[in-house]
């Protein structure tokens, strides 16, 4: 997936944020098939287990069982037909998620080759906040970024200024 453009600014301000919120130790149900920040959390002493490749839109059995600490989700919510399911059916108390935000100057990504590899959605901040708080999440803390490209043209530099990426820490409204 990222063999010669690995995304090491996103990979850092989100493990930066994860440590900034859940313990070195903490025991991860990480949305989503094992990749590379799966293991780059492992490096830093999270133990992490992945869901296996489940639809989560139709089967969220994967987030009902106990024995995590924390849930996280790292661009995997845009990509599902009904994200609230499986938001909603989270059992943890505690959440990382983070979703690539909706560019205006931009179509929602979809590759042609993979299917898995779309985005359903694309979300401005304040609709992934309304999902996670209706869903029954508060919001603890917020960060977003900029992702910019190495290319030339308008869109290259919108990316500069315009912010990419969006995460959050949530823990269950009690």
């Known amino acids: 997936m990222y063999e010669n453009n690995f995304p090491q600014k996103r990979y850092n301000i989100t493990l930066d944020f994860l ?3 859940v313990p070195a130790n903490a ?6 098939t094992p990749n590379p920040f799966s ?4 490096k830093e002493g999270f133990r992490v287990t992945n869901t296996q490749g489940e639809d989560l839109d139709t089967d969220v059995r994967a987030v009902t069982g106990e024995g995590y600490d924390v849930v ?12 609230y399911n499986v938001i909603k059916a989270i059992k943890t108390d505690k959440l990382v998620a983070s979703v690539p935000l909706r560019l205006w100057f931009a179509p929602a990504y ?25 869903a029954g999440w508060e ?3 917020r960060k977003k970024w900029t992702n910019p490209v190495k290319k030339i043209g ?3 530099l919108l990316r500069y200024f315009t912010p990419r990426y969006y995460a959050v820490y949530a823990e269950r409204k009690r």
Request: charged content about 35%; proline content about 4%.
């Open 19 to 21: 440590r900034e919120h």
């Open 27 to 32: 025991r991860i149900l990480d949305l989503g």
């Open 39 to 42: 293991q780059v959390m492992e």
């Open 72 to 83: 996280t989700a790292f661009e995997i919510f845009e990509h599902l037909v009904a994200p």
């Open 110 to 134: 979809r590759s042609k080759t993979d299917m898995w590899d779309r985005h359903y959605h694309e979300f401005e901040d304040w609709q992934f906040d309304w999902l996670l708080e209706k």
């Open 139 to 141: 919001i603890k803390a």
């Open 154 to 156: 308008l869109r290259p």
